[in-house]
Nanobody
Framework: QAQGVESGGGFVQPGASLTLSCLGS????????VGWFRQAPGKERELVAN???????EYTDSVKGRFTISRDSNKNTLYLKMNNLQPEDTANYFC?????????WGQGTQVTVSS
């Protein structure tokens, strides 16, 4: 199965933390670069963070210093640790290869940040 299964989202207050997981052996092991994407209501889907098979990571400016992407090949899992969440982080979060492959989009996991 190439498609990842996302989990870990929730409803939190500003300043809280969440860790998202993406379970998918083919996704984590097969592609040189994999990433977390998010889509907020009325907005385009955007790349939040990506990680190469050698461990190099990149982040969109709005999450730098707050989010950390990691991959565990032994557990076939991609993670996104999110600290100091803000209302503008509210979105549905997805994992995919980077660049993304259309057939690998899953259902995502919803993150809602509100007081």
């Amino acid at each position: 199965q190439a498609q990842g299964v996302e989990s870990g989202g929730g409803f939190v207050q500003p300043g809280a933390s969440l860790t998202l997981s993406c379970l998918g052996s083919s996704l984590v092991l097969r592609f040189r670069s994999v990433g977390w994407f998010r889509q907020a209501p009325g907005k385009e889907r955007e790349l939040v963070a990506n990680i190469l098979d050698i461990g190099t990571t990149e982040y969109t400016d709005s999450v730098k210093g707050r989010f950390t992407i990691s991959r565990d090949s032994n557990k076939n899992t991609l993670y996104l640790k999110m600290n100091n969440l803000q209302p503008e982080d509210t979105a549905n979060y997805f994992c995919n290869s980077d660049p993304p492959i259309r057939r690998l989009w899953g259902q995502g996991t919803q993150v809602t940040v509100s007081s």
